[in-house]
């Protein structure tokens, strides 16, 4: 569940009311078709790289301008700390701020106002992605090559981390999960979580938010937004005339639009990230077993997300591919955000993708590496199976994105634009380091020392060999 508008980049979408809402015919009377455009691969054989270029693909987004925004806005952070981040506030939220720690009290107060239902809501969600995470962490290992001869590997969590949970089109309190929760079972001691400030809550980040927060027992919250915040956690900022400091952190974590990705590039190396998101993307591979219905509903749940959503059917079925176009009209028409959905769905990003057979869909998915991949097809969890990248992998009619986005137990912070080819979702080792530790006594360093004098040689490196030699001539 990647997104992308924030507060950084202000969207002009506008979402018609829900009180006067008009009927199913007089949407589709009003709006256009949705242009789920088609892409034909069958009868042809191409090579990953012709299939990767073949795929539906987003336009690529120009970072050069985003990149001098961005790169301004870490200066200023950095030159003039919160005051910087007070003049921020004002020109994209349209916040006056004169400090972005949000009180204790204001999260107390937004978890005592928490909706019954959607409190309960995210403590299930909370408990299963705690019982995932928890089983996520991996082993320290000891090995003996020998007597007296051990090669170790520790697994410690980071000092600290900055969560970012985005704003926009939608309130995110299942991001702070996502977040919070494998850091957590990772053992991180500290952990600081910002989200861009609300000028109808006060300035302050939305009460789900604050509520999400402290549930999980985070007491250290900013209202900032977009680039900014990436900044604040890579540099920290100062403290000044009795305001309280904000520490650097060491990893930052959390989706955002193209101005969270680009300052994520720019303060990689400073701080570790998880990766540069993009929008959220779905790719369903079905055959003619799928339920239209369902492939359908699902498209639309990514495109709600944003107009540059991406939503791509992968099938063999040109029987299933009509059908699911017929349902796409029915329910972008009934759906709440039919704009957007209509948008995101009629875009270069979107469309059918024809294939041969299952061994070519199953090239094409691989060659797309989505973001959320559903697998829609007979004896699904053996396709699934076959399949080498993807984020996640959602395995039959019932095991929709949107579960994993909210109670699966899973994480939907997920490597998109083709990343998860060689990238893997937030996790638990995302928030670790693993160290290894060397411990040789003096005979078995003795075993391998000759090696060693012989491969420094070799290198043309002999300070390396004398290094170990000197250990056998004798105390100086």
Same mark, same amino acid.
């Given at each position: 569940?990647?997104? %992308?508008?924030?507060?950084?980049?202000?969207?002009?979408?506008?979402?018609?009311?829900?009180?006067?809402?008009?009927?199913?015919?007089?949407?589709?009377?009003?709006?256009?078709?949705?242009?789920?455009?088609?892409?034909?691969?069958?009868?042809?054989?191409?090579?990953?790289?012709?299939?990767?270029?073949?795929?539906?693909?987003?336009?690529?987004?120009?970072?050069?301008? #985003?990149?001098?925004?961005?790169?301004?806005?870490?200066?200023?952070?950095?030159?003039?700390?919160? !005051?910087?981040?007070?003049?921020?506030?004002?020109?994209?939220?349209?916040?006056?701020?004169?400090?972005?720690?949000?009180?204790?009290?204001?999260?107390?107060?937004?978890?005592?106002?928490?909706?019954?239902?959607? %409190?309960?809501?995210?403590?299930?969600?909370?408990?299963?992605?705690?019982?995932?995470?928890?089983?996520?962490?991996?082993?320290?290992?000891?090995?003996?090559?020998?007597?007296?001869?051990?090669?170790?590997?520790?697994?410690?969590?980071?000092?600290?981390?900055?969560?970012?949970?985005?704003?926009?089109?939608?309130?995110?309190?299942?991001?702070?999960?996502?977040?919070?929760?494998?850091?957590?079972?990772?053992?991180?001691?500290?952990?600081?979580? !910002?989200?861009?400030?609300?000028?109808?809550?006060?300035?302050?980040?939305?009460?789900?938010?604050?509520?999400?927060?402290?549930?999980?027992?985070?007491?250290?919250?900013?209202?900032?937004?977009? #680039?900014?915040?990436?900044?604040?956690?890579?540099?920290?900022?100062?403290?000044?005339?009795?305001?309280?400091?904000?520490?650097?952190?060491?990893?930052?974590?959390?989706?955002?639009?193209?101005?969270?990705?680009?300052?994520?590039?720019?303060?990689?190396?400073?701080?570790?990230?998880?990766?540069?998101?993009?929008?959220?993307?779905?790719?369903?591979?079905?055959?003619?077993?799928?339920?239209?219905?369902?492939?359908?509903?699902?498209?639309?749940?990514?495109?709600?997300?944003?107009?540059?959503? !991406? %939503?791509?059917?992968?099938?063999?079925?040109?029987?299933?591919?009509?059908?699911?176009?017929?349902?796409?009209?029915?329910?972008?028409?009934?759906?709440?955000?039919?704009?957007?959905?209509?948008? #995101?769905?009629?875009?270069?990003?979107?469309?059918?993708?024809?294939?041969?057979?299952?061994?070519?869909?199953?090239?094409?998915?691989?060659?797309? #590496?989505?973001?959320?991949?559903?697998?829609?097809?007979?004896?699904?969890?053996?396709?699934?199976?076959?399949?080498?990248?993807?984020?996640?992998?959602?395995?039959?009619?019932?095991?929709?994105? %949107?579960?994993?986005?909210?109670?699966?137990?899973?994480?939907?912070?997920?490597?998109?634009?083709?990343?998860?080819?060689?990238?893997?979702?937030?996790?638990?080792?995302?928030?670790?380091?693993?160290?290894?530790?060397?411990?040789?006594?003096?005979?078995?360093?003795?075993?391998?020392?000759?090696?060693?004098?012989?491969?420094?040689?070799?290198?043309?490196?002999?300070?390396?060999?004398?290094?170990?030699?000197?250990?056998?001539?004798?105390?100086?």
């Amino acid at each position: 569940m990647t997104t %992308s508008p924030d507060s950084a980049e202000p969207s002009n979408i506008q979402v018609p009311s829900t009180s006067q809402a008009p009927s199913n015919s007089q949407v589709r009377a009003n709006t256009p078709a949705v242009d789920f455009r088609t892409v034909d691969l069958r009868g042809r054989s191409l090579s990953l790289a012709e299939l990767r270029g073949a795929v539906p693909r987003a336009r690529q987004q120009t970072v050069a301008d #985003a990149e001098q925004k961005v790169g301004d806005i870490i200066t200023a952070v950095r030159q003039r700390g919160f !005051a910087a981040l007070s003049d921020f506030a004002l020109a994209f939220d349209g916040v006056e701020q004169a400090h972005p720690r949000v009180p204790a009290a204001a999260l107390r107060s937004a978890l005592d106002g928490l909706d019954p239902a959607v %409190s309960s809501a995210l403590q299930e969600s909370i408990s299963r992605a705690r019982r995932f995470a928890d089983g996520q962490r991996p082993a320290d290992v000891d090995i003996s090559l020998g007597d007296g001869a051990v090669v170790s590997q520790k697994w410690v969590p980071v000092a600290r981390v900055g969560l970012y949970v985005p704003g926009g089109l939608a309130v995110y309190p299942s991001s702070v999960i996502m977040n919070v929760v494998p850091a957590l079972a990772a053992g991180v001691e500290s952990i600081a979580l !910002a989200s861009p400030p609300q000028k109808d809550f006060g300035g302050l980040p939305h009460p789900t938010i604050l509520a999400a927060a402290a549930l999980l027992g985070i007491d250290e919250v900013y209202a900032i937004g977009g #680039a900014q915040a990436i900044a604040a956690f890579a540099y920290g900022v100062p403290g000044e005339a009795g305001t309280p400091a904000l520490e650097p952190v060491d990893v930052v974590t959390g989706p955002g639009n193209i101005f969270v990705a680009t300052a994520k590039r720019l303060v990689k190396g400073v701080v570790g990230i998880d990766s540069e998101a993009g929008t959220t993307e779905i790719a369903i591979l079905a055959d003619s077993t799928a339920r239209p219905a369902f492939v359908a509903a699902d498209l639309i749940s990514q495109a709600e997300h944003d107009p540059k959503a !991406a %939503s791509v059917l992968i099938t063999d079925s040109v029987q299933l591919a009509a059908d699911v176009r017929e349902e796409l009209e029915l329910q972008a028409a009934s759906t709440k955000h039919s704009q957007r959905v209509r948008e #995101a769905l009629s875009g270069p990003q979107s469309g059918v993708v024809l294939v041969d057979d299952l061994d070519q869909g199953i090239a094409a998915c691989d060659a797309y #590496a989505a973001e959320h991949l559903e697998i829609m097809t007979a004896d699904a969890p053996a396709v699934a199976a076959r399949i080498r990248n993807a984020g996640a992998i959602f395995v039959g009619d019932y095991s929709p994105v %949107s579960l994993g986005d909210y109670c699966a137990g899973s994480n939907h912070v997920l490597p998109t634009s083709g990343t998860a080819a060689f990238s893997s979702g937030l996790n638990v080792t995302t928030f670790l380091r693993a160290i290894q530790v060397i411990n040789y006594s003096e005979a078995a360093l003795g075993q391998v020392s000759g090696h060693i004098v012989s491969l420094s040689g070799a290198e043309d490196l002999p300070a390396h060999g004398d290094a170990v030699t000197v250990r056998f001539q004798g105390a100086r």
